[in-house]
T-cell receptor, first 109, second 117 residues
Framework: AQRVTQPEKLLSVFKGAPVELKCNYS??????LFWYVQYSRQRLQLLLR??SRESIKGFTADLNKGETSFHLKKPFAQEEDSAMYYC???????????FGSGTRLLVRP | NAGVTQTPKFRVLKTGQSMTLLCAQD?????MYWYRQDPGMGLRLIHY???????AKGEVPDGYNVSRLKKQNFLLGLESAAPSQTSVYFC????????????????FGAGTRLSVL
């Protein structure tokens, strides 16, 4: 069965520290992975997707098919990064997304 | 350009009451979705639609019904609300395009916070 696992419910770091939000997926087909972010009092929005191989707001994520992971990383966390982060799996030939349970990132001053 | 608009933003119901949540999008998207968001469980798909006049069940459809009479609107109905349906409901929409990845970029509404007493 398809599944997305985000093992950490809460990740608390100090400003300037590196951040890694973990995401593992279970899918036998060709996966499409995404990170969505929800800032306080804002709607859920796309942060980045693996096919773009881009850095958004200093965040990067690399798809590792061998480890079935798509961890989100940022070398130096900022207070404005505090938010809820969801990893999502898109199935090939499907328009649906499977979301993980989310990780709340708290960046302390 | 409003994107995805959900109404109402908040609602309190008594057990057994009914209500309809409205989702409207102005991006001419083919696909629309209803999710519920619960602590520790992320977003779970309730129902979705791949086009006007079509709907399908998602992961947690029980107790909900939907309709997509117009391309821009997707309605979520609760016929007899239960406390277990207390949640935050999100609507989303996405394009129908060819190519890897693009079709899965979903655009979300601001959410509806529903409490069932």
């Amino acid at each position: 069965a398809q599944r997305v696992t985000q093992p950490e419910k809460l990740l608390s770091v100090f400003k300037g520290a590196p951040v890694e939000l973990k995401c593992n997926y279970s899918y036998s087909g060709s996966p499409e992975l995404f990170w969505y972010v929800q800032y306080s009092r804002q709607r859920l929005q796309l942060l980045l997707r693996h096919i773009s191989r881009e850095s958004i707001k200093g965040f990067t994520a690399d798809l590792n098919k061998g480890e079935t992971s798509f961890h989100l990383k940022k070398p130096f966390a900022q207070e404005e990064d505090s938010a809820m982060y969801y990893c999502a799996l898109g199935l090939d030939s499907s328009y649906k997304l499977i979301f993980g349970s989310g990780t709340r990132l708290l960046v302390r001053p | 350009n409003a994107g995805v608009t959900q109404t109402p933003k908040f609602r309190v119901l008594k057990t057994g009451q009914s209500m309809t949540l409205l989702c409207a999008q102005d991006m001419n998207h083919e696909y629309m979705y209803w999710y519920r968001q619960d602590p520790g469980m992320g977003l779970r798909l309730i129902h979705y639609s791949v086009g006007e006049g079509t709907t399908a069940k998602g992961e947690v459809p029980d107790g909900y019904n939907v309709s997509r009479l117009k391309k821009q609107n997707f309605l979520l109905g609760l016929e007899s609300a239960a406390p277990s349906q207390t949640s935050v409901y999100f609507c989303a929409s996405s394009y129908k395009v060819a190519g890897v990845g693009a079709k899965n970029i979903q655009y979300f509404g601001a959410g509806t916070r529903l409490s069932v007493l």
